[in-house]
């Protein structure tokens, strides 16, 4: 068995502020550059939405229209947590689990992921690669976006 992936950072906003940014805001501060269905295809997304209900998804819409799905909502707890079946670029019969958990505090939010389910996969190199993925798409992009953000706020 594969080991999940996990992650922490601390932001400095409410739960609730900070999972509006993760959801709300997910086209705006993740790598769509080098992380999206798009740049796979030397490109840019036009938006990158996510539908928020569990059931709902989290779909890219390229330059020329057409969508593509990054993954289903499995669990919508507004400020608490959020978790996703994630088959991005792949059939959603090999998708994966993720769960970001949403802690207050005393200067903010624990921000928790968890990425599982490595072993649905035929290729284990993708647990590696998401490993470094993470740091750099949670650790760098969205703590950079939320400290921008909390200015604001």
């Known amino acids: 068995?594969?080991?999940?992936?996990?992650?922490?950072?601390?932001?400095?906003?409410?739960?609730?502020?900070?999972?509006?940014?993760?959801?709300?805001?997910?086209?705006?501060?993740?790598?769509?550059?080098?992380?999206?269905?798009?740049?796979?295809?030397?490109?840019?997304?036009?938006?990158?939405?996510?539908?928020?209900?569990?059931?709902?998804?989290?779909?890219?819409?390229?330059?020329?229209?057409?969508?593509?799905?990054?993954?289903?909502?499995?669990?919508?707890?507004?400020?608490?947590?959020?978790?996703?079946?994630w088959y991005v670029g792949r059939p959603q019969d090999e998708a994966t689990d993720v769960l970001i958990v949403f802690t207050p505090t005393d200067t903010g939010t624990r921000v928790d992921l968890t990425h599982s389910g490595f072993d649905r996969l035929a290729d284990t190199a993708m647990h590696g690669n998401y490993a470094k993925g993470w740091d750099m798409v949670l650790g760098h992009c969205f703590h950079s976006y939320t400290l921008r953000m909390a200015v604001v706020l």
């Open 1 to 85: 068995m594969t080991d999940p992936i996990k992650k922490t950072l601390n932001v400095p906003m409410r739960p609730k502020d900070a999972f509006d940014l993760f959801t709300e805001k997910l086209g705006k501060w993740w790598p769509v550059d080098s992380h999206s269905l798009s740049a796979a295809e030397g490109d840019l997304p036009q938006d990158v939405q996510v539908e928020p209900r569990v059931g709902g998804h989290i779909v890219e819409t390229k330059q020329n229209g057409e969508t593509g799905r990054w993954g289903t909502i499995t669990h919508w707890d507004r400020g608490a947590a959020l978790g996703v079946s």
